[in-house]
């Protein structure tokens, strides 16, 4: 089964947070996410790090993000995106990120986020949410 992650587990690996351990644990081997989760990644590094700390983040996400099989952010799930932030009402990213794992099916991937807000949407919809 593969793993669909948002950015708020993807900044983990890369920022010491709460539940980095568990967020590099849940993203060992290749893992799946929408386009736009590079724009919020790279966003959330430049926040949290500076100097030489940034670089080596930055590059490490770089590495990393050549592996992650992305999903493209066309009319398609776009579209999708745009009624699932009306049905679940939650923000436009997050809804993009719900239509990117949609593209991939419940029964063929989980989806990994520490964002409670998008957990409990994801729930809602029927997606096995890591981590439990």
Same mark, same amino acid.
């Given at each position: 089964?593969?793993?669909?992650?948002?950015? =708020?587990?993807?900044?983990?690996?890369?920022?010491?947070?709460?539940? =980095?351990?568990?967020?590099?644990?849940?993203?060992?081997?290749?893992?799946? =996410?929408?386009?736009?989760?590079?724009?919020?990644?790279?966003?959330?590094?430049?926040?949290?790090?500076?100097?030489?700390?940034?670089?080596?983040?930055?590059?490490?996400?770089?590495?990393?993000?050549?592996?992650?099989?992305?999903?493209?952010?066309?009319?398609?799930?776009?579209?999708?995106?745009?009624?699932?932030?009306?049905?679940?009402?939650?923000?436009?990213?997050?809804?993009?990120?719900?239509?990117?794992?949609?593209?991939?099916?419940?029964?063929?991937?989980?989806?990994?986020?520490?964002?409670?807000?998008?957990?409990?949407?994801?729930?809602?919809?029927?997606?096995?949410?890591?981590?439990?």
């Amino acid at each position: 089964m593969s793993l669909y992650v948002d950015s =708020s587990a993807v900044v983990k690996l890369y920022v010491h947070e709460p539940d =980095s351990d568990e967020a590099a644990e849940a993203l060992r081997g290749q893992w799946v =996410s929408g386009r736009h989760t590079l724009v919020e990644v790279r966003r959330a590094l430049a926040l949290a790090l500076d100097g030489p700390e940034l670089r080596l983040a930055r590059d490490r996400f770089a590495t990393d993000w050549e592996l992650t099989a992305i999903v493209e952010l066309d009319e398609d799930v776009c579209g999708t995106a745009a009624e699932l932030a009306e049905s679940t009402g939650v923000r436009a990213l997050d809804a993009l990120h719900l239509a990117s794992a949609e593209l991939l099916g419940r029964d063929e991937c989980s989806f990994v986020t520490f964002d409670q807000r998008l957990a409990a949407a994801a729930r809602s919809l029927g997606w096995t949410v890591l981590p439990e």
